[in-house]
């Protein structure tokens, strides 16, 4: 039996049901980005050079290509999320929901630009 | 926009080393984000050959860049060591008062540390940076 009033729901008062789904998606990604964003720093710093030819054969390699998609995926979903949390805090009224789409879409194509970046490498790099 | 107060209601707390971590938190996060946007910048001009490279690289290698690249290194140590305490405290550990503010200290020590072994590396081994 539920203690809320339909006025409550129809309101939009209390919870969405959603709060564990975003909660645990920051902290999954969250242990993910730790091994991930430091395999990203150790391997720039390895790297005999910055210049395409040098960075590009590298991301060809299909474990830096593998580890570098789920590093932008997991990043931009991180992102994605703890912008929102930021945005439900400081913006009000109709303009929050705006916000929080319009970050989304922001954080999507993000995500879809890298991803398509590292594939195109990577399947270059394929005889 | 309600008239009650609404959480961040920062300006009426004395300031203490968990409340300036967890804000650091945010911070260095949202920085990070903004990040986000170069990495996938720098991989897009990877991807579209040697010349959107060279094109890229203008941007990529200014002094204002640098001072970002910087700022990076600084955000990512912080809420690396900053990320894992909150980890930990999810578990339900540590958190009693003395126990969080200890952890908290011991966050902005280790992201200093951090932040030296990596410029430490940059400098020593990394010609191709400067």
């Given amino acids: 039996m539920s203690l809320r009033s339909p006025l409550s729901r129809v309101l939009g008062m209390g919870t969405a049901r959603q709060g564990v789904d975003h909660w645990w998606l920051q902290r999954l990604t969250a242990v993910a980005l730790v091994p991930l964003s430091i395999w990203f720093l150790v391997s720039l710093l390895t790297l005999p050079s910055l210049d395409q030819a040098t960075v590009s054969a590298w991301m060809a390699h299909s474990s830096s290509a593998l580890l570098l998609v789920l590093l932008v995926l997991a990043s931009a979903w991180h992102s994605r999320l703890g912008v929102a949390v930021v945005v439900e805090d400081y913006v009000h009224g109709g303009l929050k929901a705006v916000t929080l789409v319009l970050f989304t879409f922001v954080h999507v194509l993000v995500a879809a630009a890298g991803v398509l970046a590292i594939l195109r490498v990577a399947l270059r790099g394929a005889p | ?130």
């Fill in chain 2, 1 to 130: 926009m309600p008239t009650r107060p609404l959480s961040p209601h920062l300006q009426v707390y004395k300031l203490t080393y968990t409340m300036v971590t967890s804000g650091l938190h945010r911070i260095t996060g949202l920085g990070l984000s903004a990040g986000l946007l170069l990495l996938v910048y720098w991989l897009m001009a990877v991807a579209g050959g040697a010349r959107s490279f060279a094109r890229a690289t203008v941007i990529l290698s200014s002094p204002l860049a640098r001072v970002v690249y910087a700022g990076l290194v600084v955000a990512f140590c912080y809420h690396l060591s900053a990320g894992i305490r909150h980890l930990i405290s999810d578990t339900g550990r540590g958190l009693e008062r003395a126990q969080s503010r200890a952890s908290a200290k011991a966050t902005i020590a280790v992201s200093i540390v951090l932040v030296l072994v990596i410029g430490y590396c940059l400098w020593v081994g990394g010609a191709h940076f400067r």
